[in-house]
């Protein structure tokens, strides 16, 4: 069967519905683009989902790294405390029978924190009555050898001559003693608190 030729009226019609078909439907992507933005869009997610990641860490390192703040109790109310050097000041009062102590104040002035005193050893040192194992219920407790020396001993550390200018803490409730002490040595005590309780080991 012979095929119709077209005139120039149908074929005018046909470019119209081609023409009009092409603008209704949505523009083709090649599949090759198509790939490549979905890989971008796949990447971008993934950098997204690791930000978060990071984010939440860092919150939560942030969160663990703020200490909460210490709720200290009142500090208890304290003056200024000066004691100038006076030798009537010794007084026989104080722990030990053999020693002179020149309290300096701070017990009161720091409404019993510390306390802290001048310690004259009489001599000659009496080994019987002054070499005693013993322990005080401190917080913290210091001396410093004024003048003199005393030869001390303190579990974990054996003995030890303290000479003018030595110094040494004894930790709570450490076991001690006095071994020995030259007739003038003269010592500071700090301790914390004013107020302790001592326990004798040996009679
Ligand atoms: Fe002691």
Redesign the pocket.
Known sequence: MARKKPTRKSASRAASRASSSRAASPKKIPARKLAKTKAVKTKAAKTNAKAAVKSSARKKLASKGRAPVPVRPPRPKQRIAISHYRDEDFKADGLRAYAHYRDLGFADASSGLAQAHVIRLIGPCNPDEVSKL?Y?DVEFQMVYVLKGWVKTYMEGQGETLMQQGSAWT?PPRIR?LIMDYSDDVELLEVILPAKFR?VELSA
Do not use: F, I, K, P
Request: glycine share 0%; no cysteine; aromatic share 0%.
């Open positions: 013993h005080h004894q001690h001592t």
